[in-house]
């Protein structure tokens, strides 16, 4: 099991009171398996998303990332857990608009200190592998909205994470860029072997998955794969 969340509970102040975000949470996400969130606007699907991340710490429950739970580490070790196994695609690509996409790889990688040859050797595979080697020396001004979405899609990979989470990837896509961008996160899901969590609107797109989990007023349920 590469990602666990057990009874995860989290609220944020509200006035006098607290809203409950999410409720007694349950989540698991095996290994090379794809796990679909949906759910109405403002119902926690971004919460999960930001613990399972661990960049917010819930009021109680346990999270655990390929087999290390986050309970009681410091900001510090969550960093290095984020850098190591966990990638994440934000729904904006927010690449960086002077460098190009190999380049945009290659940062990732030597800030977890690679040599630069080997930091562009595997910029380069992956690359090709979300079918962008011939654009790899594009900055992002030349590239269409779904060739930046395939870059970012990239550069979460760029560390080997065990756990890969995705924030409405396809929210500024047509619906055939938007299924293309999924059938390719399927595909490297199982090629990659991560454990993946793909926040999205459209229940179009879910035919791919493994499992769907709807959130609705911060509490978690399986719902049937649709076909």
């Known amino acids: 099991m590469s990602l666990k969340l057990t009874a995860i509970t ?24 794809l796990t679909a969130v949906i759910g109405p606007s403002g119902s926690g699907k971004s919460s999960l998303l930001a613990v399972a991340a661990t960049l917010i710490t819930p009021d109680s429950g346990t999270v ?5 739970p986050t309970t009681g580490l410091s900001r510090a070790e969550l960093t290095e857990l984020r850098r190591s196994a966990v ?7 927010n690449l ?4 190009t996409a190999a380049e945009q790889l290659q940062v990732m990688a030597e800030i977890d200190g690679r040599s630069p040859s080997k930091a562009r050797s595997r910029a380069l595979e992956l690359l090709a592998a979300v079918g962008m080697a011939d654009f790899a020396g594009r900055r992002p001004h030349q590239l269409s909205g779904g060739q930046r ?14 756990v890969l989470l995705v924030d409405e990837p396809t929210s500024a896509l047509d619906h055939e860029r938007g299924a293309a961008v999924i ?17 999205t609107h459209d229940r179009t797109l879910l035919t791919t998955a493994d499992q769907v989990a709807e959130v609705d007023d911060g509490r ?3 719902a049937g794969l649709p076909r």
Do not use: H
């Open 183 to 199: 059938g390719l996160i399927t595909r490297l899901t199982k090629d990659q072997g991560t454990a993946t969590v793909l926040v």
């Open 96 to 99: 960086l608009p002077s460098l």
């Open 149 to 162: 979405q395939r870059v970012n899609l990239a550069r979460a990979l760029m560390n080997d994470p065990k």
């Open 87 to 93: 990638g994440i695609v934000f729904q904006q690509p």
């Open 10 to 33: 989290l609220t944020y102040p509200d006035g006098d009171s607290r809203l409950t975000a999410l409720d007694t949470v349950d989540l698991e996400v095996p290994k090379g398996s």
């Open 220 to 222: 978690l349920r399986l």
């Open 64 to 68: 655990l990332i390929d087999d290390t």
